[in-house]
């Protein structure tokens, strides 16, 4: 079974970053496109950035420009780092293997103004 554990959420003023990681346990990470997603109270969960086996990324507009994402393949790991942080970026953040559809429990991101 893979798991998928985030961590790094955190308590911010706005204007300030957090860097989000992402532990995938299983062998055929490399393989696996992945996903960011987030959920604000009260609202749908929301698709916030992916990249593929091969690297390449992509971007929701509300976050383009200020929001990174990356992984790590020796190291079985996707990475989201977020600057500029602003209320709205608040919510349940969820790592996503894009290519099994596991999701983690997702890391808490609280952005104050």
């Known amino acids: 079974q893979v798991q998928l554990v985030e961590s790094g959420g955190g308590l911010v003023q706005a204007g300030g970053s957090l860097r989000l990681s992402c532990a995938h346990s299983?062998?055929?990470?490399?393989?696996?496109?992945m996903g960011w997603y987030r959920q604000a109270p009260g609202k749908q969960r929301e698709w916030v950035a992916s990249?593929?086996?091969?690297?390449?990324?992509n971007y929701a507009n509300s976050v383009k420009g200020r929001f990174s994402i990356s992984r790590d393949n020796a190291k079985n790991t996707v990475y989201l780092q977020m600057n500029n942080l602003k209320p709205e970026d608040t919510g349940v953040y969820y790592c996503?293997?894009?290519?099994?559809?596991?999701w983690g429990q997702g890391t808490q991101v609280t952005v104050s103004s």
């Open positions: 996503s293997d894009r290519r099994l559809n596991y």
């Open positions: 990249i593929a086996s091969g690297g390449s990324t």
């Open positions: 299983g062998s055929l990470f490399s393989v696996s496109p």
